[in-house]
C-alpha cells in the first residue's frame, strides 16, 4: 500500500529556533494535508495544499507541495512553546466521494524555553 | 472543540469482549472515516462512510466492522478483543473530504 516516510522522527530545538520537517512518497497524490496532534487530542488539519508547486502560509507556518507531487515540507519560523506536539503529513487521493487520507509516522517537536 | 464527537472518552475490557465506539460527525458532513492510533503504527485507516454507504475500506480487521446510520453518525464494532487492540480510535467527518477532513477527540480502548 501507499507509504509516507516523515522525518524527522523527533527534534528538540530552542524557543524561537526555525524548524523543517519534510515527506515523501512512493506515489503521487493530489492533495497534501499538514495536522498537528496535542496530547489525548485528534489531529488538528494546519495546512492544505492542493496544487503541485503550491506554498501556502498560516501565521508562522508555511508548506509547500513538491512539484513532483510525491512530497512536501514544513517550516515553522520562530518556535514558541505552544508549538510542541507531533505533526503528521498526510496525503490525500480524493474522487468520487471517496478517499482516504494517508498518514505519515509524525515529527515529535520539543521546545526548550 | 472540533464539532466531531467521540464517545466513550476511555474503554477498559477483557480479552475477547466486544464493543462498540461511537461518532457524531460535524453538522453537515457527509462522510465518517475511522483511524486507528497505536505507538508504532501511527494514524492507520480503517473504513469510510458516505451517506450511509461503505465507500473506502482500510487496513480493517474482519473482526472490526462499522456502520454509519441515517442520522449520519457512526458506530465501529470491535469484536473478540485481543491485547494487540489496545489504541486509540479517532473518527473524522467531512463534507467532501477534498479538503481534509476534520478529528473527534478520540476512544482510548485498552483490552487487558
Known amino acids: 500500500g501507499q507509504q509516507l516516510n516523515q522525518s524527522p522522527q523527533s527534534m528538540f530545538i530552542q524557543e524561537g529556533e526555525d524548524v523543517s520537517m519534510n515527506c515523501t512518497s512512493s506515489?503521487?497524490?493530489?492533495?497534501w494535508l499538514w495536522y498537528k496532534q496535542d496530547p489525548g487530542e485528534g489531529p488538528v488539519l494546519l495546512i492544505a495544499?492542493?496544487?503541485?508547486?503550491e506554498l501556502t502560509s498560516n501565521g508562522r507556518l508555511t508548506a509547500q507541495f513538491g512539484i513532483t507531487r510525491k512530497d512536501s515540507f514544513l517550516n515553522i519560523s520562530a518556535s514558541i512553546p505552544s508549538d510542541v506536539g507531533i505533526y503528521f503529513c498526510a496525503g490525500l487521493n480524493y474522487g468520487g466521494s471517496q478517499g482516504n487520507l494517508i498518514f505519515g509516522k509524525g515529527t515529535k517537536l520539543s521546545v526548550k524555553p | 472543540d472540533s464539532g466531531v464527537t467521540q464517545t466513550p472518552k476511555h474503554l477498559i475490557t477483557a480479552t475477547g469482549q466486544r464493543v462498540t465506539l461511537r461518532c457524531s460527525p460535524r453538522?453537515?458532513?457527509?462522510?465518517v472515516y475511522w483511524y486507528q492510533q497505536s505507538l508504532d503504527q501511527g494514524l492507520q485507516f480503517l473504513i469510510q462512510y458516505y451517506n450511509g454507504e461503505e465507500r473506502a475500506k482500510g487496513n480493517i480487521l474482519e473482526r472490526f466492522s462499522a456502520q454509519q446510520f441515517p442520522d449520519l453518525h457512526s458506530e465501529l464494532n470491535l469484536s473478540s478483543l485481543e491485547l494487540g487492540d489496545s489504541a486509540l480510535y479517532f473518527c473524522?467527518?467531512?463534507?467532501?473530504?477534498?479538503?481534509?477532513?476534520?478529528f473527534g477527540s478520540g476512544t482510548r480502548l485498552t483490552v487487558v
Open positions: 495544499l492542493y496544487k503541485a508547486g
Open positions: 473524522a467527518s467531512s463534507v467532501t473530504g477534498a479538503s481534509g477532513y476534520t
Open positions: 506515489s503521487i497524490f493530489n492533495t
Open positions: 453538522s453537515g458532513d457527509l462522510s
